[in-house]
């Protein structure tokens, strides 16, 4: 071999090593605190006596950073609305939390502790920033969260959210988006990049016993309070045997969907549980766009509560002079002319509740979060002003 070619092959081999670690770097790791979060999805208002959605973010220490006793984390924080049925511009509204280091801040969806989100459903997200009254994005990789959602009078199913980091290139504090308007930009030079592919286990839908099965997909790729392009997404859904069905869905924003409202095949005619991944989430004029979401499943079920009571009592060593409450002393006795009657038989009668069996039905619900290929796609989330009334 010349030494021209091995300068060649080595030249070569030094840049594939030196490739694979930048790509890493610039992906964001789902594991780990970040300076932005993003909460898949909220229900508005209350259940009852309880907020439909409650939120927790807390902050822990950056590494490689010194945190002081009580250090405020500010936060920016927007609710993200997907449009009205006749439009495509996603509202928003935005607010401020503040949480320390190691103290964890509780809000929800209903108007506690932040503000009401302008819409019934959507998705949530945050950032830290130097000040609220600035309110410039900056590096701060300390949030972590989740979410408790009260569906149903009898349940309740909970979410971690998606932590996402800045880029590994600034130092902690340092501004994420002077050069931006204001704008995240997951590029992996401002915060590291987001992935647009989604992989997951789903429970297929059923009428009998009811069974509904719902993906919560969204998509980092928003102009906030303007019009925003539709995302197209292509999914592959196998049952067991492997089978395919390969079908897709529309959405701009953020959407909650049934697997049947998907498709109408997607029950237990086709299978009891599989795989679902996505081949492409694009939008028209950018190409491939980030992907992400949960799943959301609820099981409808009957169960018989026995009855707890015979109408039949035993009591033992039974005093007739202290009788137990609801007991009464009572006898037959036999009518004599002359004499009234002759008592034949004496017994203590009580009064006890008697009960039936009874059917109950409830929702058993769970969620969980999707699965992504490591793949990160650049994105850039636009926040704006609310718009004219």
Known sequence: MTTKSSCFLFCFVLALGLAAPAVAWDLNDTSEPGSVIVFHKFISGFLSDQPATQFEISATCPKDW???????????????????????????????LDVTVNGTVVFDAAGNGASSPPCSRGYLIAWVIDDTSTGNPIKFDSLIGDAVIRASEFGARAYNALPIKAAEGLGTTDPTAADTGGALAFDGSHYKMVTG?????????????????????????????LPNELTSVSLNFFNEGEKLESTGT???????????????????????????ESTSATQPSKGDVTLVGIVETEEDFTK??????SGFVTINLLDLNNLPANCFRRNICIPVPFDGCITIFDFVQCTVNTHVDVNFTGVRDYSYSLYDDSVGVP???????????
């Open 66 to 96: 010194t945190c002081t006793g009580g250090q405020t984390v500010h936060l920016r924080a927007h609710w993200v609305c997907p449009p009205d049925d006749s439009g495509s511009v996603c509202r928003e509204q935005d607010f401020n």
């Open 197 to 225: 592919k989604i992989f997951g286990t789903v429970r297929y839908e059923s009428t009998l016993p009811p069974i509904r099965t719902d993906l919560t997909l969204l998509t980092l790729d928003v102009h906030s309070n």
């Open 250 to 276: 529309n959405f701009t924003c953020w959407t909650e969907q049934s697997l049947t409202s998907i498709d109408q095949n997607l029950n237990t005619s086709f299978g009891t549980k599989g795989l679902v």
């Open 304 to 309: 018989t509560l026995p009855a707890d009571a």
């Open 379 to 389: 994105t850039t989330f636009e926040p704006t002003p609310a718009p004219p009334r």
